[in-house]
Each structure stands twice: as structure tokens, then as C-alpha cells.
Nanobody
Framework: QVQLEESGGGSVQAGGSLRLSCGASGYRYASNCIGWFRQAPGKGHDHVARINFKSGDTVYADSVKGRFTVSRDNAKNAVYLQMNSLTPEDTAMYYC??????????????WGQGTQVTVSS
């Protein structure tokens, strides 16, 4: 079964930027919406942002508004998360997943491998 794959994580200093990518060759989307989540050590998966593939509508967590931008490339079946003005509080494993457009909840019971983002002060 093809799963979504995350990439683009890394280590940056506070104030820096990273661009995460999400997609998979041959993946068949069942939902119009893709969400980004993050999980800090010892915590659950927190919703960060989501985008509707068809309409382009976006939703952001309050903690990232004005700093993160979610976008999509329909031709490539890919979703991106541009992260600017990063702070140490953004340090986490980042995941993408198909989500309910209204709920923002992961529609599957599992998560991919994720991509690690580490921000140093």
C-alpha cells in the first residue's frame, strides 16, 4: 500500500526557514484535504495546517499563523509546508496525512515516517 512520504526536515537556527514536502508517486487520494501535523517528544500529534486540493482553502493552527504557509501542486500530487521564523518550540517530527476537510482529523489509523525539524536557539 502506497503511503504519503514527508521530506525536507533538518536542523536550523531560530529565525531560519525550512520547506517540507508531502506526496507519493502513485498515491490515490481519498480526501480533498491534506494536513500537516507535528509531534514533540512525549506529546500527541498536533494539527499545524491543512489545505483543500480542489479549492486551495487553508486552515492554520494559531501557533503558526503568519509564519507557516501550506500550498499544493496538483500536477505533482504534492503538498508543501513553508516554515519561516522558526523557533525552538517548532521542534518536532512533522507528518502529513489525508484529513477530513472540516475536522482536520487524520482519516487513517496510522502515520508515515515523518520528517524531523530541529530548531536551536
Amino acid at each position: 500500500q502506497v503511503q504519503l512520504e514527508e521530506s525536507g526536515g533538518g536542523s536550523v537556527q531560530a529565525g531560519g526557514s525550512l520547506r517540507l514536502s508531502c506526496g507519493a508517486s502513485g498515491y490515490r487520494y481519498a480526501s480533498n484535504c491534506i494536513g500537516w501535523f507535528r509531534q514533540a517528544p512525549g506529546k500527541g500529534h498536533d494539527h499545524v495546517a491543512r489545505i483543500n486540493f480542489k479549492s486551495g482553502d487553508t486552515v492554520y493552527a494559531d501557533s503558526v499563523k503568519g509564519r507557516f504557509t501550506v500550498s499544493r501542486d496538483n500536477a505533482k500530487n504534492a503538498v508543501y509546508l513553508q516554515m519561516n521564523s522558526l523557533t525552538p518550540e517548532d521542534t518536532a517530527m512533522y507528518y502529513c496525512a489525508e484529513v477530513g476537510c472540516a475536522s482536520g482529523q487524520n482519516l487513517k489509523a496510522s502515520w508515515g515516517q515523518g520528517t524531523q525539524v530541529t530548531v536551536s536557539s
